[in-house]
Nanobody, 125 residues
Protein backbone atom coordinates (compact mmCIF):
# COMPACT_ATOMS: atom_id res chain seq x y z
CA UNK A 1 0.00 0.00 0.00
CA UNK A 2 1.18 3.48 -0.86
CA UNK A 3 -0.40 6.81 0.07
CA UNK A 4 -0.72 9.34 -2.75
CA UNK A 5 -1.09 13.12 -2.52
CA UNK A 6 -1.72 15.31 -5.57
CA UNK A 7 -0.69 18.95 -5.70
CA UNK A 8 -0.25 21.77 -8.19
CA UNK A 9 -3.81 22.31 -9.36
CA UNK A 10 -5.26 25.75 -9.89
CA UNK A 11 -6.83 28.22 -12.29
CA UNK A 12 -5.05 29.07 -15.54
CA UNK A 13 -5.85 30.72 -18.86
CA UNK A 14 -6.13 28.74 -22.07
CA UNK A 15 -2.68 28.34 -23.57
CA UNK A 16 -0.93 28.47 -20.20
CA UNK A 17 1.01 25.68 -18.52
CA UNK A 18 0.57 23.88 -15.23
CA UNK A 19 2.51 21.14 -13.48
CA UNK A 20 0.95 18.55 -11.19
CA UNK A 21 2.79 16.36 -8.73
CA UNK A 22 1.81 13.02 -7.23
CA UNK A 23 3.87 12.36 -4.12
CA UNK A 24 4.03 8.94 -2.48
CA UNK A 25 4.43 8.11 1.17
CA UNK A 26 4.43 4.87 3.11
CA UNK A 27 6.41 3.18 0.36
CA UNK A 28 8.74 4.13 -2.42
CA UNK A 29 7.29 4.52 -5.91
CA UNK A 30 9.88 2.04 -7.09
CA UNK A 31 8.01 -0.96 -8.46
CA UNK A 32 4.75 0.94 -9.10
CA UNK A 33 3.14 2.10 -12.29
CA UNK A 34 1.53 5.53 -11.87
CA UNK A 35 -1.31 6.99 -13.86
CA UNK A 36 -3.05 10.34 -14.03
CA UNK A 37 -6.83 10.35 -14.47
CA UNK A 38 -9.33 13.19 -14.59
CA UNK A 39 -13.03 13.63 -14.01
CA UNK A 40 -15.15 16.60 -15.03
CA UNK A 41 -18.66 17.23 -13.68
CA UNK A 42 -21.16 14.90 -15.31
CA UNK A 43 -18.44 12.88 -17.03
CA UNK A 44 -16.77 9.54 -16.46
CA UNK A 45 -13.28 9.40 -15.03
CA UNK A 46 -10.85 9.11 -17.93
CA UNK A 47 -7.15 8.25 -18.29
CA UNK A 48 -4.82 11.11 -19.12
CA UNK A 49 -1.28 9.75 -18.92
CA UNK A 50 0.55 6.90 -17.23
CA UNK A 51 4.03 5.47 -16.80
CA UNK A 52 4.95 1.82 -16.25
CA UNK A 53 6.63 0.55 -13.09
CA UNK A 54 9.95 0.40 -14.92
CA UNK A 55 9.47 3.85 -16.40
CA UNK A 56 10.21 2.44 -19.83
CA UNK A 57 6.74 2.87 -21.35
CA UNK A 58 4.12 5.59 -21.20
CA UNK A 59 0.52 6.16 -22.17
CA UNK A 60 -1.14 9.40 -23.29
CA UNK A 61 -4.71 9.88 -24.37
CA UNK A 62 -4.93 11.25 -27.89
CA UNK A 63 -6.22 14.68 -26.89
CA UNK A 64 -3.15 15.44 -24.73
CA UNK A 65 -0.37 13.99 -26.89
CA UNK A 66 2.23 16.63 -27.60
CA UNK A 67 0.91 18.83 -24.78
CA UNK A 68 1.28 16.75 -21.60
CA UNK A 69 4.34 14.91 -20.32
CA UNK A 70 4.51 12.41 -17.46
CA UNK A 71 7.83 11.96 -15.66
CA UNK A 72 9.27 10.29 -12.58
CA UNK A 73 11.17 12.23 -9.94
CA UNK A 74 12.78 9.46 -7.93
CA UNK A 75 14.61 11.84 -5.59
CA UNK A 76 11.28 13.26 -4.43
CA UNK A 77 9.44 9.93 -4.62
CA UNK A 78 6.97 11.56 -6.98
CA UNK A 79 5.49 11.48 -10.46
CA UNK A 80 4.79 14.73 -12.28
CA UNK A 81 2.43 15.73 -15.06
CA UNK A 82 3.57 18.74 -17.06
CA UNK A 83 0.62 20.24 -18.91
CA UNK A 84 1.30 22.75 -21.68
CA UNK A 85 -1.00 24.69 -23.99
CA UNK A 86 -3.95 23.94 -21.76
CA UNK A 87 -7.47 24.03 -23.12
CA UNK A 88 -10.83 24.60 -21.41
CA UNK A 89 -11.70 20.96 -22.01
CA UNK A 90 -8.81 20.02 -19.70
CA UNK A 91 -10.84 21.36 -16.76
CA UNK A 92 -11.39 18.54 -14.28
CA UNK A 93 -10.33 17.07 -10.97
CA UNK A 94 -7.07 15.26 -11.61
CA UNK A 95 -6.26 12.09 -9.68
CA UNK A 96 -3.12 10.00 -9.53
CA UNK A 97 -3.22 6.26 -9.02
CA UNK A 98 -0.65 3.50 -8.55
CA UNK A 99 -0.42 -0.23 -9.17
CA UNK A 100 2.53 -2.39 -8.21
CA UNK A 101 4.42 -3.96 -11.12
CA UNK A 102 1.91 -2.86 -13.76
CA UNK A 103 3.65 -2.83 -17.13
CA UNK A 104 0.79 -2.85 -19.65
CA UNK A 105 -2.79 -1.63 -20.07
CA UNK A 106 -1.71 1.54 -18.32
CA UNK A 107 -4.88 3.37 -19.38
CA UNK A 108 -7.17 0.89 -17.62
CA UNK A 109 -8.26 2.66 -14.44
CA UNK A 110 -9.78 -0.57 -13.12
CA UNK A 111 -6.31 -2.03 -12.68
CA UNK A 112 -5.15 0.62 -10.22
CA UNK A 113 -5.72 -0.02 -6.51
CA UNK A 114 -4.18 3.05 -4.88
CA UNK A 115 -5.75 6.46 -5.46
CA UNK A 116 -5.10 10.01 -4.33
CA UNK A 117 -7.75 12.53 -3.32
CA UNK A 118 -7.48 14.67 -6.44
CA UNK A 119 -6.60 18.26 -7.28
CA UNK A 120 -8.79 20.73 -9.18
CA UNK A 121 -7.58 22.10 -12.50
CA UNK A 122 -9.60 24.87 -14.14
CA UNK A 123 -8.78 26.37 -17.53
CA UNK A 124 -10.58 29.56 -18.50
CA UNK A 125 -11.04 30.87 -22.02
Amino acid sequence: QVQLVESGGGLVQAGDSLSLSCAASGRTFSGYAVGWFRQAPGREREPVAAISWTGSTTYYRSSVKGRFTITRDSAKNAVNLQMNNMKPEDTAVYYCAAKRFLASDLDNLGRYDNWGQGTQVTVSS
